[in-house]
């Protein structure tokens, strides 16, 4: 199991895309590969922009189908944050 700390890698309000780029395709991406699952932390984070979840988790769908959700876990998410993930997450679930 692979724990993303969010706050580490992209600050309180996560928001760049290059940083969620990274950790797709430096950490995510690999460890899915390997069989892994993935814990997002998202302690201390205030906020975060749709585009930086896309960019962090859309690929995941389009390599690994929905099914990578089974894999997947977002953990001390604020409900502003929880919300875009949902947004995200059904967006691309849709475009299957």
Same mark, same amino acid.
Do not use: M, Y
């Given at each position: 199991m692979t724990t993303i700390n969010i706050f580490k890698e992209a600050g309180e309000?996560?928001?760049?895309?290059?940083?969620?780029?990274?950790?797709?395709? !430096?950490? $995510?991406?690999?460890a899915l590969q390997d069989g892994g699952e993935i814990i997002f932390d998202f302690s201390h984070v205030?906020?975060?922009?749709?585009?930086?979840?896309?960019?962090?988790?859309?690929?995941l769908f389009r390599k690994f189908g929905s099914q990578v959700l !089974?894999? $997947?876990?977002?953990?001390?998410?604020?409900?502003?944050?929880?919300k875009i993930i949902s947004i995200v997450c059904d967006y691309m679930q849709e475009s299957e």
């Open positions: 309000f996560a928001e760049n895309k290059d940083v969620a780029r990274k950790i797709r395709t !430096e950490v $995510l991406i690999p205030t906020g975060t922009t749709q585009s930086f979840i896309h960019a962090l988790i859309s690929d !089974e894999r $997947l876990d977002f953990k001390n998410c604020s409900d502003t944050t929880r």
